[in-house]
């Protein structure tokens, strides 16, 4: 089988997206596009099953995610299975739809993490960027999940629209007693990809905003953790995603196709197995969506004599089929890669037109069903 | 020190089967520890002083000299925030 010569790997971190249906429309949410054709969820036994079989295989970290996953009424249940089987559960959520009786029964049932995400500092933006009105649940959510010890994480998705509030942002999370905040910069696929002329910041505003993150990293660093991480956009070498092919992550989508990363349903000519027809175990070793790009055997030129493969694994694969038509080659965003002057040729030109009018004041595309019914009749059409 | 060392809350601290050692697990992350961080973190349990587990650890190791290596771990986990004390 294709290059399976490292060593058996074990999934390590499991992520459940229990559903896409989702209170906010978030236009840089890192769905599919079409989320509207997930509407055939997994039920509570199938999920029951999927976190026994990937305990056994060795997972230890499991996040319920989504969409937003609290939109599930089994998800007290699921959690008390996974504490049961001894994971360590991560909730990851938008706060809508929580409120204090669930989170402490989410505590009785032995849920370890939340982490809740805003889309901004301010009201207006924050429930302009979400589509529905939440920031002030959301400031209520993340004192409720301190009130009951929980370790939390609140996560801000930084894109051109909100970056230039980083300073906000960050008094936000001091003042809410955070753990540890994940300032994740938007990655251009999914949602984001299609409102990308709208959502991708400046290399200045990137710079500026780096100052005032390693400015916070440094004053806060004995009481709370600041993840800051750039756009891999502005990189000359790609991030080591999923740390490799079927390396440590199995993703399950709502309706129960797993895939080594959560962007993979994309990608064309592999048939993602699924947990209603296969055990974890098979589809982890034997399946060949898992196998495909494990290890190097796959790999073209530049990656395939790079020294540097065993570091970034040749980068992301959706990445690569997004902006090269071709999963097997190197990440643009690495400058070994004959694509890359390209990429940063497009970041230049986004950059270029960003702050004249018309482009701004061109709308944002929000997720929801509705535009995704749309865009992916569009894309069947094209296809 | 007569203080009682306890696993903070936002930490969890747990056997691996699948890894063979213990683990300490925080929000989408893992530890794993070595034998002896393994043995010392299996007697933070809220209930006995940084002595008592020291002289635990005597009697279950007989021979070892090993007060200072436990107070430097246990100092250690503190600043990670593995653990706090009691008063
Ligand atoms: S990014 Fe926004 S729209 Fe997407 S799942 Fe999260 S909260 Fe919902
Ligand atoms: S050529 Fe491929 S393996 Fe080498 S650094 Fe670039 S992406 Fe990584």
């Known amino acids: ?77 699921l959690i008390g299975e996974a504490r049961r089987l001894g994971y360590y559960t991560n909730l990851i959520t938008s706060g809508v739809g929580m409120d204090r009786d669930r989170v402490k029964a989410f505590k009785e049932a032995g849920l370890d993490h939340i982490q ?44 051109r629209k909100n970056v230039d509030q980083i300073r906000d942002i960050l008094d936000m999370t001091v003042e809410l007693n955070a753990d540890y905040v994940e300032l994740a910069s938007t990655q251009y696929y999914g949602w984001s990809r299609v409102n990308i002329d709208q959502l991708l910041p400046t290399r200045e505003q990137l710079a500026r905003a780096e100052v005032v993150a390693k400015e916070y990293q440094e ?54 197995p699924n947990v209603k027809d ?9 399946s060949d969506a898992f196998n495909k790009y494990r290890g190097f055997d796959w790999m073209q ?6 020294p540097e493969k065993e570091k970034d694994f040749g980068g992301c694969r959706c990445q690569a089929y997004m902006l090269t038509g071709d999963a097997t080659n190197a990440d643009p965003v690495c400058d070994k890669s004959p694509h890359h002057g390209k990429l940063h040729a497009d970041v230049d030109r ?34 | ?21 213990y683990v300490i697990l925080y929000p989408e992350g893992m530890v794993k520890l070595s034998g002896s961080a393994g043995e010392i973190m299996k007697r933070v349990n809220g ?21 200072n290596d436990v107070r430097n771990f246990l100092d250690n986990a503190r600043d990670n925030g593995w653990i706090r004390y009691k008063t």
């Open chain 2, 47 to 67: 209930s006995h002083n940084t002595d008592e587990i020291i002289a635990d650890l005597k009697s279950a190791f007989p021979g070892v000299e090993l007060d």
């Open chain 1, 219 to 272: 004053k806060m660093k004995e009481k709370m953790k600041i993840i800051y991480v750039i756009p891999d956009y502005f990189e000359n070498r790609p991030k080591a995603c999923m740390n490799g092919w079927g390396a440590i992550f199995l993703t399950i989508a709502p309706d129960g196709s797993a895939l080594p990363c959560h962007a993979a349903a994309q990608l064309p000519g592999l048939e993602f």
């Open chain 1, 301 to 306: 030129e530049p990656c395939r004599s790079c």
């Open chain 1, 116 to 159: 809740i995400s805003f889309q901004a500092s301010n009201e207006e933006l924050n429930n302009f960027l979400g589509g529905t009105k939440s920031f002030r649940h959301k400031q209520e959510m993340a004192r409720v999940v301190k009130e009951f010890e929980y370790p939390m994480v609140l996560n801000i998705v930084l894109h």
């Open chain 1, 278 to 286: 296969h055990s974890i175990d098979h589809i982890w070793n034997d």
């Open chain 1, 1 to 77: 089988m294709a290059g399976s010569d490292t060593k058996r790997s074990q999934p390590l971190w499991l992520l459940a997206e229990l559903t896409y249906r989702c209170p906010l429309q978030c236009p840089y949410c890192s769905n599919p596009v079409e989320i509207a054709k997930y509407n055939n969820e997994l039920g509570t036994e199938d999920w029951l099953r999927v976190l026994q079989q990937a305990r056994k295989m060795g997972a230890t970290q499991l996040g319920f995610s989504g969409g937003e996953p609290l939109v599930r009424r089994d998800l007290e249940e």
């Open chain 1, 350 to 383: 986004i950059g270029g037109l960003s702050g004249t009018k018309e482009f701004e004041s061109k709308p944002l595309v929000f997720r929801n069903m509705r535009n995704s019914k749309e865009l992916s009749g569009e894309t069947a059409a094209a296809a």
């Open chain 2, 1 to 21: 020190m007569n203080d009682i060392p306890e696993i903070a809350p936002t930490f969890r601290f747990q056997w691996e089967e699948a890894q063979d050692c």
